[in-house]
């Protein structure tokens, strides 16, 4: 199996739903069903190494309300236009000294864009905040659609490598970007 970047085409599932508007706003307290959908769910788990336990998740809400409130992170809530349900995340963080950024949608919401324009919209903060410098990205190697959102919004690929996530190692692409 090819899992070269240029092995990702481009092109949206051909019965994708119509592309949607989308805000985003900052995590909130009242956000633990959105997470639960999230971290739970075995789709949007799956290129991370599978569905989070429950009891996990209102502790990762928490944790990550600290960092939004100590600016140490942007966690992003994903709002499709003229809606009040939370479709997805992005979340930018520094740890090691690199900046990396992240992003999840639930399943009945892929394929509309949403993500790439999150991320798009997640980057050009970061561009006019000047705190995070380069940006870098690791999708698994199999998740097509991540890898994809990397090359539309014009990240870099440096190269394939194994990344920690929740205590697994995983064979990812590492992109970059100067947002």
């Known amino acids: 199996m090819d899992t070269s970047p240029d092995a990702f085409p481009d092109v949206p599932p051909a019965a994708a739903p119509p592309a949607v508007g989308m805000m985003l706003r900052d995590v909130q307290p009242g956000d633990l069903d959105a997470y639960v959908r999230l971290r739970c769910d075995p789709a949007v788990m799956a290129e991370l190494g599978g569905p989070q336990p429950h009891e996990r998740v209102s502790a990762q809400l928490r ?14 809530m994903i709002i499709p236009d003229g809606g009040t349900e939370v479709a997805g995340t ?24 949403l993500g790439g324009r999150a991320v798009r919209a997640v980057l050009d903060l970061a561009g006019q905040d000047g705190r995070w410098g380069l940006v870098h990205a690791f999708p698994a190697t199999t998740n097509a659609a991540s890898n994809a959102i990397c090359r539309s919004v014009g990240f870099t690929f440096v190269a394939e ?19």
């Open 90 to 113: 992005v979340t930018l963080f520094s740890h090691g000294g690199v900046a990396e950024i992240g992003w999840m949608v639930v399943p009945e919401f892929q394929g509309r864009g």
């Open 161 to 179: 490598e194994q990344t920690e996530f929740a205590g697994r190692l995983f064979r990812t692409n590492h992109w970059v970007i100067d947002p």
């Open 63 to 76: 944790r990550d309300l600290e960092t939004v409130r100590d600016g140490s992170a942007w966690i992003t």
